[in-house]
């Protein structure tokens, strides 16, 4: 493998272990309101149930699919601070590399508890129903 594509691929398993976690959270949450949204107020006056029978398992399947992004993320964070602290990356700043991977081990924890709950409230709590 060339030093350029090895320096490409640690940067996106960077980015990837930052911004995992945090933007699969964001992607349930737009995804899963636009579904509800269109399923329970497709015109001024909300319905009773959802208009899409099969809401709960979109829901479900968008977070299930987030949450694997997620869990990912981390995995990758994991893995870079792992490899940096043994000693075997190529990176020339091995610190600043280890700092970034330590970011994301602390904070994508957050973001999957945060996807569990979403997911929990939105297959719990009818989404027709006004909060």
């Given at each position: 493998?060339?030093?350029?594509?090895?320096?490409?691929?640690?940067?996106?398993?960077?980015?990837?272990?930052?911004?995992?976690?945090?933007l699969?959270?964001?992607?349930?949450?737009?995804?899963c309101?636009?579904?509800?949204a269109?399923?329970c107020?497709?015109?001024?006056?909300?319905?009773v149930?959802?208009?899409?029978?099969?809401?709960?398992?979109y829901?479900?399947?968008v977070s299930?699919?987030?949450?694997?992004?997620?869990?990912?993320?981390?995995?990758?964070?994991?893995?870079?601070?792992?490899?940096?602290?043994?000693?075997?990356?190529?990176?020339?700043?091995r610190?600043?590399?280890?700092?970034?991977?330590?970011?994301?081990?602390?904070?994508?924890?957050?973001?999957?508890?945060?996807?569990?709950?979403?997911?929990?409230?939105?297959?719990?709590?009818?989404?027709?129903?006004?909060?």
């Open positions: 493998m060339t030093a350029r594509r090895e320096r490409i691929l640690y940067a996106l398993q960077q980015i990837y272990a930052l911004l995992g976690a945090p699969a959270w964001i992607v349930q949450i737009c995804v309101e636009a579904l509800a269109q399923a107020y497709p015109a001024q006056d909300p319905l149930h959802p208009d899409l029978h099969a809401l709960g398992a829901i479900g399947a299930l699919v987030c949450l694997a992004v997620a869990l990912g993320g981390l995995t990758a964070a994991w893995r870079g601070w792992r490899t940096l602290r043994q000693g075997s990356g190529t990176n020339p700043d610190r600043a590399g280890r700092f970034l991977f330590r970011v994301a081990i602390l904070s994508s924890p957050m973001f999957v508890l945060g996807l569990l709950v979403t997911a929990m409230a939105a297959l719990i709590v009818s989404p027709c129903k006004p909060w």
